[in-house]
Each structure stands twice: as C-alpha cells, then as structure tokens.
C-alpha cells in the first residue's frame, strides 16, 4: 500500500517490493501505474472516491458515481480486478435509514457496469474510534459496523458488490477476527492488513496474531489480494515490508 511508505518515491517501493517477492502495488496514483506493470508487478486496487464525502449523501451520488465508474475503466485498463468505495461520513440531517438507502441506490446504478467488465466494486469497513492520526481511524465513518457493510452488500445485490475486510479495522471495532472472517468470506473481494495498535508493523508486539488470520483466510478459499497497509516505525522501512512478506507467507 503505498500511501503508507512515503515519502519514498513510488518506483523505489515498487522495486524493492517485488526484490521481496510481493507481486501487487496499490494506494498509489494512477499516473504510476504504467511504470508498475511495466515493472512486472500487478495492480492490485484502484482507487476512487474518498472515505469523506461517500454516498450516504445524496449530494455526493453525482461525483461518486463518476469516480467509480472512471476507476472501473482504470482497472480494465491495467488489469486490476477492484475499485475501492466508502460509504462516507455521518452528516446532520440524514438518519441511519437514509443513510442506508442512499449507498444502496448509488451503488445499484454503478454496479452493472462493473459486472459488464468484469471489475469488484469493494466497500471498506473502517475504524471510527482512533483519532490519534488522520489515518488509523476515522471518527464519524459511517461504515464502521462490519455487518451494516455486509448488509448494504447484500441489499446492492450484485457479484460485483463485495467488502474490503480490512483486518486492523475489524480488530479496533469488533474483534474476534478470525470468527469475522468466516463468517463473511463469501462476501470479501479484498483483505488489508496492519499492527494493533498504532498500526504499525505486523510483529509481536502487537495483538494482531496474524498466522493463524492468514491460515484462517486460506481455508475460506480466498484467491484474492491481502495488501500490507501498515505504517511503518522501523527507520528501515522495507525490513519492516520484509518481516511482514514472511510473517504472512504460511
């Protein structure tokens, strides 16, 4: 993920990544994305819309809807199978039910064009409790309950509406990871990972075990990405991308 490793410059992460073994990049700007394939790692996410201004509002549908579908066109482009969505921040005046309705009317009019090219759209669940850092948590996400994001997946009703599972998230909010994981799985499209707390590295020194998640994920029969989306602490940053590849590798 590399928003998390700057201000290294975006080829350097990609290089010493797959020296690594790693074989996807995402949370970087599409302009790289020619340079990444062409240096033989994959795309693994593409972004679109913020987390901020998701389409809980109404207000929003117009600017949501042109990013996703520009992000779906991206990821036909260079290979990507997902484009990444939010449900958006609280905001005065809209109640829980409207909230609701409205992500799912936006996201049953893009959906058809991700089905007819073959592209996921994943909704992330996020954290809306850590305030120390723009971030690690986001107060006021309106997505921050796993099964309110599993139920809006399920009322868009589509096969390409799926959930980004993002591990750190999931832990702050609910816990009970791996009973979390199988519960949904049929519903995850993407995984993102990170130490709690801090979201830092994936070591022992956090609660996050994360082996037997990883197992967990496997026996489920995810294909899929599980991108690292930790902030590194360690001055060497790509030993910390090291520690994580081989922590996870089971």
């Known amino acids: 993920m590399g928003w998390c490793f700057k201000p290294m410059p975006v080829m350097t992460l990609a290089a010493e990544a797959k020296k690594i073994g790693y074989v996807a990049l995402e ?18 996410l593409v972004g ?5 201004k998701g389409p809980l509002d109404p207000a929003n549908h117009q600017a949501v809807e042109k990013s996703l579908r520009h992000g779906i066109d991206l990821a036909v482009k260079f290979g990507a199978p997902s484009v990444i969505t939010f449900a958006g921040m609280r905001t005065p005046g809209i109640t829980e039910e ?3 309705r409205n992500c799912v009317s ?12 073959g592209i996921q759209i994943v909704l992330e669940h996020l954290n809306s409790v850590d305030d120390s850092h723009p971030m690690k948590g986001h ?16 009322a868009v009703d589509s096969p390409a509406m799926k959930l980004l599972f993002d591990i750190y998230h999931v832990q702050i909010m609910h816990g009970d990871v791996i009973r ?3 519960r949904y799985h049929e519903f995850v499209g ?17 609660e996050i075990n994360y082996p037997p998640i990883i197992r ?9 990405y599980l991108a690292q989306e930790f902030i590194p602490t360690n001055p060497d940053p790509i030993a910390s991308l090291r520690q994580a590849f081989t922590l996870c590798n089971v």
Request: charged share 20%; net charge negative; with cysteine.
């Open 27 to 44: 949370g970087v700007g599409a302009e790289h994305y020619p340079a990444i394939r062409e240096l033989g790692l994959e795309i693994s």
């Open 48 to 52: 679109s819309h913020g987390f901020q």
């Open 98 to 100: 409207a909230a609701f």
């Open 106 to 117: 936006c996201w049953k009019r893009v959906a058809p064009y991700a089905e007819q090219n």
């Open 139 to 154: 107060p006021g996400y309106w997505g921050d309950d796993i099964h309110r994001c599993v139920d809006l997946i399920r």
């Open 180 to 182: 979390q994981l199988r």
């Open 190 to 206: 993407h995984y993102h990972t990170a130490g709690n707390p801090g979201r830092g590295e994936l070591d022992f020194n956090q």
């Open 216 to 224: 967990a994920i496997q026996e489920t029969g995810y294909t899929g």
